[in-house]
T-cell receptor, first 109, second 113 residues
Framework: GQQLNQSPQSMFIQEGEDVSMNCTSS?????WLWYKQDPGEGPVLLIA?????ELTSNGRLTAQFGITRKDSFLNISASIPSDVGIYFC?????????FGTGTRLKVLA | NAGVTQTPKFQVLKTGQSMTLQCAQD?????MSWYRQDPGMGLRLIHY???????DQGEVPNGYNVSRSTTEDFPLRLLSAAPSQTSVYFC????????????FGQGTRLTVV
């Protein structure tokens, strides 16, 4: 079945640093979604990408839909302590979502 | 604006007990689903529904039942709880014929002892 692999699995960064993470798929997706899960909460949608090559920003977050349609990237600029959490990529299949295993981000003040 | 509401937030069960995790959404979404989240495993789909009266199995359905009698509600039943079902459970809903932008509840943390 379809699988999504995220890397890195976890990362510690200093406040103010930029962060990059990626997600790769074993098959093609037509949409990529990036979610963030705060501790003790459910995932919340950050960015949705609908077209290969698309680059979309949401504040300090920028995500890209890879041109092969098998990968996506999320960048966070000038990280702050509230960026801590787990970041999931997801691809929608028919009537259901496939989620990556997540990248756990910890920001050191 | 309630969105997706899950109850309870926390639950402890003894092995063999049964219980129902509740999920309700007020966005008139057709599509609803249940996931479990385990450390290092991401979110795994248990069951999903594409509308009232229609449900189907996801990746890890064993030990769970669902029903969808109304658009708003999608309860998840644990028939005979096992320690392997200790997890955090999330309900999600989404709109439209293409499944994008799911909205999640806050989760139910279940411990089976």
């Amino acid at each position: 079945g379809q699988q999504l692999n995220q890397s890195p699995q976890s990362m510690f960064i200093q406040e103010g640093e930029d962060v990059s993470m990626n997600c790769t798929s074993s098959s093609i997706f037509n949409t990529w979604l990036w979610y963030k899960q705060d501790p003790g909460e459910g995932p919340v949608l950050l960015i949705a990408l609908y077209k290969a090559g698309e680059l979309t920003s949401n504040g300090r977050l920028t995500a890209q839909f890879g041109i092969t349609r098998k990968d996506s990237f999320l960048n966070i600029s000038a990280s702050i302590p509230s960026d801590v959490g787990i970041y999931f990529c997801a691809g929608p299949g028919t009537y259901k979502y496939i989620f990556g295993t997540g990248t756990r981000l910890k920001v050191l003040a | 604006n309630a969105g997706v509401t899950q109850t309870p937030k926390f639950q402890v069960l003894k092995t063999g007990q049964s219980m129902t995790l509740q999920c309700a959404q007020d966005m008139n979404h057709e599509y609803m689903s249940w996931y479990r989240q385990d450390p290092g495993m991401g979110l795994r789909l248990i069951h999903y529904s594409v509308g009232a009266g229609i449900t189907d199995q996801g990746e890890v359905p064993n030990g769970y039942n669902v029903s969808r009698s109304t658009t708003e509600d999608f309860p998840l039943r644990l028939l005979s709880a096992a320690p392997s079902q200790t997890s955090v459970y999330f309900c999600a809903s989404s709109i439209g014929s293409t499944v994008t932008e799911a909205f999640f509840g806050q989760g139910t943390r279940l411990t089976v002892v």
